[in-house]
């Protein structure tokens, strides 16, 4: 039995997990759905508390992939995680190694607050947003993912199904975005993702000021890690930049596909 809100999409032997980020529900991911599923098995699910998943007692980061591990039931997986399922992502692979055949990162950091040394947002950033999701959930996503993409036309489709995301499904509670906040203030994996043995990619987005992309210059000398920045997006490549993203991560895939 799945404890968590789970859809497939498409067939074949690789299998393709994406989680999505902190405030939104795994629907963000269905416009890449729709050119993936072509050629690999897609599996998207909502994290506790977003979409259609239940909520749980959570308190750490190590509890909730758990819920998620013990939720999968299948084989040559794929990871890809944006901004903070990114970070749920990392934690994963190098909780449970041998899972996983190839990890993606998306605009996510293994540390996402800033510090002396490090880029990143400040704690009283991320508590703003918190406080503005309480306060208004559907206008502060929508504005959120409108300064995401402002530089890009979407289509009128493509508004109306990013606004549905929002619209449709239920809002998930205070209790859901503290803990996501709390992950995102006090997760510090830099000491630990030289360890992941796996091949990864990391994609940022040039003018992202959430995970900036000089992280990547920080993170050069990991030899399994590809680093890629596309210069037109911001915190939402896989929509800014929809083909460019899709191709890089079709071409890693791919070629991870030539040694399974």
């Not at 308190?59 to 998620?68: A, G, K, R, S």
């Not at 208004?136 to 993409?149: A, P, V």
Request: charged residues 20%; contains cysteine.
């Amino acid at each position: 039995m799945q404890f968590l809100n789970w859809k497939t999409y498409g067939t074949g032997n690789i299998n393709i997990i994406l989680i999505h980020g902190w405030g939104i529900n795994s629907k963000i991911w269905l416009n890449l759905v729709k050119k993936l599923k072509k050629d690999f098995c897609v599996h998207l699910f909502d994290l506790p508390g977003y979409g259609y998943s239940k909520e749980m007692d959570l308190y750490t980061l190590d509890q909730l992939v758990n819920v998620i591990i013990n939720d999968i039931n299948i084989n040559n997986i794929i990871l890809v995680g944006w901004s903070l399922g990114g970070l749920i992502a990392t934690k994963m692979v190098l909780m449970y190694p041998n899972i996983f055949e190839g990890l993606v990162l998306v605009s996510s950091s293994p540390c996402f607050c800033a510090d002396y040394n490090w880029p990143g947002v400040s704690d009283i950033a991320l508590i703003s947003f918190a406080k503005k999701l309480n306060d208004n959930y559907i206008k502060t996503m929508l504005r959120f993912i409108y300064l995401q993409n402002i530089n890009i036309k979407l289509t009128k489709k493509e508004k109306f199904n990013l606004r549905n995301i929002f619209l449709k499904d239920r809002i998930p509670s205070i209790k859901t975005l503290m803990f996501g906040l709390e992950l995102l203030k006090s997760t510090d994996l830099r000491k630990l993702i030289n360890r992941i043995s796996i091949p990864h990619v990391t994609i940022y987005g040039k003018l992202d000021n959430i995970v900036p992309y000089k992280i990547a210059l920080l993170n050069k000398n990991n030899k399994k890690n590809t680093n890629f920045i596309l210069k037109n997006s911001a915190h939402m490549p896989f929509i800014s930049e929809s083909n460019n993203f899709y191709n890089i991560l079709y071409n890693f895939i791919n070629n991870l596909d030539k040694k399974i």
